[in-house]
C-alpha cells in the first residue's frame, strides 16, 4: 500500500519543480522530499521525476501518476472538509489581516459564505490600507504583498495578481489621445501618499511614466479606483476591482501591465489548531478558484 505522505511529496515537487521549492511548501529540509521521492520510486517500480539543472521534470511515468494523486488530493480535503466532527470542532476567532482592495473586493464575499458553513468560528477580516503585522500579534493570518524574511512563521505564496493603468471614458474623451508613455505627459493622475504607502511593492508609475502632477493622492485603493472613475485622473489600479468597473478603460494596454504578488503567513506554533489550518486552506482555495479573476483575464 502506498504512503500517502509520499504521494503528497510527489505532488508538491510536481508543482514547486525543485526540491527547495517543494521543502519550503512542505516545510521540511529538501532532502527529506529527496528521500520520500527516492522511496515512492522504489515502490512504483520507475523513475517519477527526471533531474535537470534547473529542477525536477515529470517523467512519462510522473505523468501518468499526477492526475490520480490530484484525485486523492481533491477526495481528502472534501472528507476533510464536510465531516462532522470537523465542523462541530471549529470554533474561536480567526483574525485575518489583508490589503485593502483584496480583503473587501475579493476576500469578504468568500469568508461570509465560509462564515455560514462555520457558525461556531469568529472570522475578524481586517482589510486594511497599511500592512498587519504578524510580530505583533495584531493578527493571526496576513496577507501580504512582502515575503516574510524572517521568524518563527509558515509562509505560503498565495496568488499574483494584475495591475493595469486605467482612466475614466469621460476623461480621456476630454483629454488628448494616450498612444505611448510620452502622450502622458501633462495629464492628471491618481496614487498613493508616497510619505504613507506601507509597501514598496505598490510603487508602479516611476517605472513607467514620472508623473507631472496628482490630481489626488489616497493611502485608500478603494478611494482612487472611485476617484479615476469620477473621471479626475489616470491611475494604476488592481485588474480584479478595474476590470468589472464599465466607466473604466485601460491606458497603454500594450505597456502598462504590472504583476505583484500575495503572501500568506501564519506563526508556526498555531499552524497545529484545527480553525487556522482550515481557513489557511480555505484561503489558498479561495485564491486558486478565483485565479483567473485575479490574473485580470475574467471581470
Do not use: C
Not at 534547473?54 to 472534501?78: D, I, N, Y
Not at 503567513?265 to 478565483?290: I, Y
Request: glycine share 6%.
Amino acid at each position: 500500500m502506498m504512503d500517502w505522505d509520499n504521494l503528497r511529496f510527489f505532488l508538491e515537487l510536481a508543482r514547486a519543480g525543485t526540491l527547495q521549492g517543494a521543502a519550503r511548501r512542505l516545510e521540511v529540509d529538501h532532502t527529506t522530499v529527496a528521500r520520500r521521492i527516492q522511496a515512492l520510486e522504489k515502490q512504483v517500480g520507475s523513475a517519477l521525476f527526471s533531474r535537470e539543472a534547473g529542477g525536477h521534470r515529470l517523467t512519462e511515468a510522473g505523468r501518468r501518476l499526477q492526475p490520480q494523486v490530484e484525485a486523492m488530493e481533491s477526495a481528502f480535503r472534501t472528507v476533510e472538509r464536510t465531516a462532522p466532527a470537523a465542523q462541530e470542532g471549529l470554533s474561536g476567532v480567526v483574525r485575518i489581516g489583508a490589503t485593502e482592495g483584496f480583503g473587501t473586493v475579493v476576500l469578504a464575499p468568500q469568508l461570509a459564505r465560509f462564515a455560514q458553513q462555520h457558525p461556531r468560528l469568529t472570522i475578524d477580516l481586517l482589510a486594511m490600507p497599511r500592512l498587519v503585522h504578524l510580530s505583533r500579534r495584531e493578527a493571526d493570518i496576513v496577507i501580504s504583498l512582502a515575503r516574510p524574511a524572517r521568524g518563527p512563521v509558515v509562509v505560503s505564496k498565495l496568488a499574483d495578481y494584475a495591475l493595469r493603468l486605467y482612466a475614466s471614458a469621460n476623461y480621456l474623451q476630454a483629454h488628448p489621445p494616450i498612444r505611448m508613455p510620452e502622450d502622458l505627459r501633462g495629464h492628471s493622475f491618481i496614487s498613493y501618499v508616497d510619505d504613507l504607502l506601507f509597501s514598496k511593492e505598490l510603487q508602479f508609475l516611476d517605472g513607467l511614466y514620472k508623473p507631472d502632477a496628482f490630481a489626488l493622492r489616497s493611502t485608500s485603493i478603494l478611494a482612487q479606483h472611485r476617484a479615476v472613475a469620477a473621471g479626475a485622473g489616470i491611475a494604476v489600479l488592481p485588474a480584479f476591482i478595474a476590470e468589472a468597473d464599465a466607466r473604466l478603460q485601460r491606458v497603454l494596454p500594450a505597456q502598462a501591465n504590472f504583476t505583484r504578488t500575495f503572501w500568506m503567513s501564519m506563526p508556526a506554533e498555531t499552524k497545529h489548531l484545527a480553525r487556522m489550518q482550515t481557513v489557511w486552506n480555505f484561503l489558498k482555495e479561495t485564491a486558486e478558484s478565483q485565479k483567473a479573476w485575479l490574473d485580470g483575464a475574467v471581470a
